[in-house]
């Protein structure tokens, strides 16, 4: 009897702060704001969208599903209340789309005061560009995404502070960072363990970039000092989408997968609670890596400044921006 009272109660811990966990609770309304929400279709980036037009902000979720997002936006309306919403064709896989994307944006929107960098993809397939997928989505994607919309980041900063927001996991902290080949060939044989080492390697990217773009923003124009970005781990998120371009070999590797994510992951709801912390929350650190709505101390191989400059300079070469 006592063990079976101390697993239920161990059960209740687990289910309160692992498989549910805190919410995000403000009175903060974003009357006026604008949002930009990549992969805002689905999953953590759906529950992320709903939330902010709860809050009275235009949102615009961009992803590269047409069908899919206008079936997402017409959700996202009826859940929130809030008629402001809109879809953008945008495949981060193909960086002449986000070329494309930018340049309707820029025609189409007066202001962006949130720009929230959340898809991404566990994949062992290859982009249209020669790159793997998931480099190109997780990371040279965003990467480019960001650096072009700057403008009007800035333009929006002049009038009050704007965010950007990169949706980074732990899984860097099992991850290591070969600058000399940051675009690993997988293939469709490649292990889990492969794939899910180059997943981490694009997470770390991800904290990477956000730091560097912190420290580049303020010593390379003044101007910039209304910009902040944040890095955060969103937990694991109980999606069906994350690792859609991996198809697993072995029916062990698929059980095993399965049982991770039950016993490991949350709903998307939950998982948007540190997204939409970092969106909303004054006092932030730029440039910071949050976790769990905390501010997380980075491990010393995600906080090396000189490998931060040469990644920063060698996604600039992949993306063609230099």
Same mark, same amino acid.
């Given at each position: 009897?006592?063990?079976?009272?101390?697993?239920?109660?161990?059960?209740?811990?687990?289910?309160?702060?692992?498989?549910?966990?805190?919410?995000?609770?403000?009175?903060?309304?974003?009357?006026?704001?604008?949002?930009?929400?990549?992969?805002?279709?689905?999953?953590?980036?759906?529950?992320?969208?709903?939330?902010?037009?709860?809050?009275?902000?235009?949102?615009?979720?961009?992803?590269?599903?047409?069908?899919?997002?206008?079936?997402?936006?017409?959700?996202?309306?009826?859940?929130?209340?809030?008629?402001?919403?809109?879809?953008?064709?945008?495949?981060?896989? #193909?960086? %002449?789309?986000?070329?494309?994307?930018?340049?309707?944006?820029?025609?189409?929107?007066?202001?962006?005061?949130?720009?929230?960098?959340?898809?991404?993809?566990?994949?062992?397939?290859?982009?249209?560009?020669?790159?793997?997928?998931?480099?190109?989505?997780?990371?040279?994607?965003?990467?480019?995404?960001?650096?072009?919309?700057? $403008?009007?980041?800035?333009?929006?900063?002049?009038?009050? $502070?704007?965010?950007?927001?990169?949706?980074?996991? #732990?899984?860097?902290?099992?991850? !290591?960072? %070969?600058?000399?080949?940051?675009?690993?060939?997988?293939?469709?044989?490649?292990?889990?363990?492969?794939?899910?080492?180059?997943?981490?390697?694009?997470?770390?990217?991800?904290?990477?970039?956000?730091?560097?773009?912190?420290?580049?923003?303020?010593?390379? %124009?003044?101007?910039?000092?209304?910009?902040?970005?944040?890095?955060?781990?969103?937990?694991?998120?109980?999606?069906?989408?994350?690792?859609?371009?991996?198809?697993?070999?072995?029916?062990?590797?698929?059980?095993?997968?399965?049982?991770?994510?039950?016993?490991?992951?949350?709903?998307?709801?939950?998982?948007?609670?540190?997204?939409?912390?970092?969106?909303?929350?004054?006092?932030?650190?730029?440039?910071?890596?949050?976790?769990?709505?905390?501010?997380? #101390?980075?491990?010393?191989?995600?906080? %090396?400044?000189?490998?931060?400059?040469?990644?920063?300079?060698?996604? !600039?070469?992949?993306?063609?921006?230099?």
């Amino acid at each position: 009897m006592l063990w079976t009272i101390l697993l239920v109660l161990l059960l209740l811990i687990w289910i309160r702060y692992k498989r549910f966990g805190s919410v995000y609770k403000t009175d903060i309304q974003l009357n006026g704001k604008t949002f930009l929400i990549t992969g805002g279709s689905s999953g953590l980036g759906k529950a992320t969208a709903i939330e902010i037009a709860k809050r009275g902000a235009r949102v615009i979720i961009a992803s590269r599903g047409e069908e899919k997002g206008q079936k997402s936006v017409g959700e996202i309306k009826l859940k929130s209340g809030n008629s402001h919403v809109y879809y953008m064709k945008l495949d981060l896989s #193909d960086l %002449d789309d986000v070329r494309r994307f930018v340049q309707e944006f820029i025609e189409k929107e007066e202001r962006l005061d949130c720009l929230v960098n959340n898809a991404g993809v566990i994949s062992s397939m290859m982009s249209q560009n020669g790159h793997g997928e998931m480099l190109s989505i997780n990371v040279l994607g965003p990467f480019l995404l960001t650096n072009l919309l700057l $403008p009007v980041l800035k333009e929006t900063s002049f009038q009050n $502070p704007v965010r950007i927001v990169n949706v980074a996991s #732990d899984v860097y902290l099992m991850a !290591e960072l %070969d600058l000399s080949n940051l675009d690993v060939t997988l293939g469709e044989n490649a292990t889990m363990r492969n794939v899910l080492a180059q997943y981490g390697a694009t997470k770390l990217m991800v904290i990477y970039i956000t730091t560097e773009l912190n420290k580049r923003l303020r010593a390379n %124009d003044p101007q910039c000092n209304g910009i902040t970005a944040y890095a955060l781990h969103p937990g694991t998120v109980g999606s069906t989408t994350l690792g859609a371009g991996y198809s697993h070999k072995s029916k062990f590797h698929t059980f095993m997968r399965f049982l991770t994510f039950a016993l490991t992951s949350r709903p998307p709801f939950y998982c948007c609670q540190t997204v939409l912390y970092c969106c909303m929350e004054d006092g932030l650190q730029s440039g910071g890596y949050y976790a769990d709505m905390k501010l997380n #101390d980075l491990w010393p191989h995600a906080k %090396d400044p000189t490998v931060a400059r040469k990644l920063w300079d060698r996604l !600039e070469h992949m993306t063609g921006l230099y």
